[in-house]
């Protein structure tokens, strides 16, 4: 294969040089960086990552093949994926294809041959920027650069969430674990207190794993699309309200933010993660902000504020809470990030309701915080008591 040149022009008129991979449309996204040294098809399938082209910078990437059990969703959501060098012949006996075909399948463009240390870097010392992944070379960057500079991430909630309710059993063929990691786990965490439980999920953009970790513990799980009134899944009388990961600005999301003032007001156990944390405390009253470069890998240290345990986190987000609009008669600071101190979950006052902004369902990952699932359990058996 003849490898065609592709070109990463940044906003500040950087660009890089490397080879093209996957499809060689030409796209113009915002540029993020993740750390993760594995993991890269969920990443490729996380609907976090929709209006985002992604750096990993882990040098080599695609070695170990693309599984398509491992797949968070049913296909891939970054607009573009740039690396420092592509495997184009992978070794692991669960391997079914490899990821440049993979690419080529789902229509990302991406880059490889080019130096992405320098390029997070940048994106470190700048801020997250806009950028364009294309062949063309161009002579004049005016052009490409004006579109650059105009890009904005918008409607990508609506875009990734499901379009129609539906339900997922534990029983179900189409509920068992969607990768080789949850399947490793003992089958006694399906039957742990709390299973037969009714959990309504938000799908804000929801990686799969978040209905595995409840079907897991027994729960029967449906799936709203991001749209849905509160009214409606309040009448169904769930257990417990999940509200999921997903991408973009979450000031955006101005109906989801009202439907979710009304599902504060209910007594319904609630568990948000990432983009539902940030959407509940919006829903309170609080602010978010827009990080300089965001978080996104898997080795993030978060503190538990209440016991003092420093627990290792899978991350992917680029906005935070603000906790100094919380009013503290509504919610209080429960975990912050270490390594810069910016908030990473909030316990809400008199209600049954915690969030975080990490993902405790990571998979694969680090495992640590799997117990927060187990904590919504407990919260909806106290609630079924009450």
């Given at each position: 294969m003849v490898n065609m040149k592709a070109y990463l022009i940044l906003e500040d008129g950087t660009v890089f040089t490397g080879s093209s991979i996957g499809s060689q449309r030409e796209v113009v996204s915002e540029i993020v960086f993740n750390t993760s040294m594995t993991g890269y098809l969920e990443v490729?399938?996380?609907?976090?990552?929709?209006?985002?082209?992604?750096?990993?910078?882990?040098?080599?990437?695609?070695?170990?093949?693309?599984s398509y059990m491992d797949m968070e969703s049913q296909k891939a959501w970054p607009d573009g994926y740039i690396v420092r060098e592509l495997s184009r012949i992978p070794s692991n006996f669960?391997?079914?294809?490899?990821?440049?075909?993979?690419?080529?399948?789902?229509?990302?463009?991406?880059?490889?041959?080019?130096?992405?240390?320098?390029?997070?870097?940048?994106?470190?010392?700048?801020?997250?920027?806009?950028?364009?992944?294309?062949?063309?070379?161009?002579?004049?960057?005016?052009?490409?650069?004006?579109?650059?500079?105009?890009?904005r991430v918008t409607g990508v909630v609506a875009a990734t969430s499901c379009k129609k309710k539906f339900v997922l059993n534990p029983s179900d063929p189409s509920a068992e674990p969607v990768s080789v990691h949850t399947a490793e786990r003992p089958e006694s965490?399906?039957?742990?207190?709390?299973?037969?439980?009714?959990?309504?999920?938000?799908?804000?953009?929801?990686?799969?794993?978040?209905?595995?970790?409840?079907?897991?513990?027994?729960?029967?799980?449906?799936?709203?699309?991001?749209?849905?009134?509160?009214?409606?899944?309040?009448?169904?009388?769930?257990?417990?309200?999940?509200l999921s990961n997903g991408p973009g600005d979450p000031k955006e999301n101005e109906e989801i933010i009202r439907q979710i003032r009304k599902l504060y007001e209910s007594d319904t156990p609630i568990f948000a993660i990432c983009l539902g944390h940030q959407l509940m405390a919006l829903a309170t009253g609080a602010d978010t902000y827009k990080l300089k470069y965001g978080h996104r890998g898997g080795n993030h240290p978060v503190k538990d504020l209440e016991t003092g345990r420093v627990y290792i986190s899978s991350q992917n987000h680029g906005y935070a809470v603000d906790t100094d609009s919380l009013d503290p008669r509504v919610a209080v600071p429960a975990f912050v990030n270490v390594n810069d101190g910016t908030n990473e979950g909030l316990r809400y006052v008199g209600k049954n309701i915690f969030t975080v902004q990490y993902h405790p369902e990571a998979c694969p990952g680090p495992q640590d915080s799997g117990y927060l699932f187990d904590r919504f359990l407990k919260m909806m058996e106290v609630n079924a008591d009450a």
């Amino acid at each position: 294969m003849v490898n065609m040149k592709a070109y990463l022009i940044l906003e500040d008129g950087t660009v890089f040089t490397g080879s093209s991979i996957g499809s060689q449309r030409e796209v113009v996204s915002e540029i993020v960086f993740n750390t993760s040294m594995t993991g890269y098809l969920e990443v490729l399938t996380d609907p976090s990552y929709a209006g985002q082209a992604v750096v990993m910078t882990y040098p080599l990437i695609g070695n170990y093949g693309i599984s398509y059990m491992d797949m968070e969703s049913q296909k891939a959501w970054p607009d573009g994926y740039i690396v420092r060098e592509l495997s184009r012949i992978p070794s692991n006996f669960r391997s079914e294809d490899t990821i440049q075909h993979f690419l080529e399948q789902q229509d990302i463009p991406g880059i490889c041959g080019i130096d992405t240390r320098a390029l997070t870097k940048l994106l470190r010392e700048k801020g997250t920027m806009n950028g364009m992944i294309t062949t063309k070379s161009y002579g004049d960057l005016s052009e490409p650069l004006s579109r650059i500079r105009s890009y904005r991430v918008t409607g990508v909630v609506a875009a990734t969430s499901c379009k129609k309710k539906f339900v997922l059993n534990p029983s179900d063929p189409s509920a068992e674990p969607v990768s080789v990691h949850t399947a490793e786990r003992p089958e006694s965490l399906r039957k742990r207190a709390g299973a037969g439980k009714r959990v309504a999920l938000l799908d804000l953009g929801a990686k799969k794993n978040i209905a595995q970790s409840l079907i897991e513990r027994g729960c029967q799980v449906t799936v709203y699309p991001c749209g849905t009134p509160a009214e409606e899944i309040l009448a169904a009388y769930p257990d417990g309200i999940m509200l999921s990961n997903g991408p973009g600005d979450p000031k955006e999301n101005e109906e989801i933010i009202r439907q979710i003032r009304k599902l504060y007001e209910s007594d319904t156990p609630i568990f948000a993660i990432c983009l539902g944390h940030q959407l509940m405390a919006l829903a309170t009253g609080a602010d978010t902000y827009k990080l300089k470069y965001g978080h996104r890998g898997g080795n993030h240290p978060v503190k538990d504020l209440e016991t003092g345990r420093v627990y290792i986190s899978s991350q992917n987000h680029g906005y935070a809470v603000d906790t100094d609009s919380l009013d503290p008669r509504v919610a209080v600071p429960a975990f912050v990030n270490v390594n810069d101190g910016t908030n990473e979950g909030l316990r809400y006052v008199g209600k049954n309701i915690f969030t975080v902004q990490y993902h405790p369902e990571a998979c694969p990952g680090p495992q640590d915080s799997g117990y927060l699932f187990d904590r919504f359990l407990k919260m909806m058996e106290v609630n079924a008591d009450a």
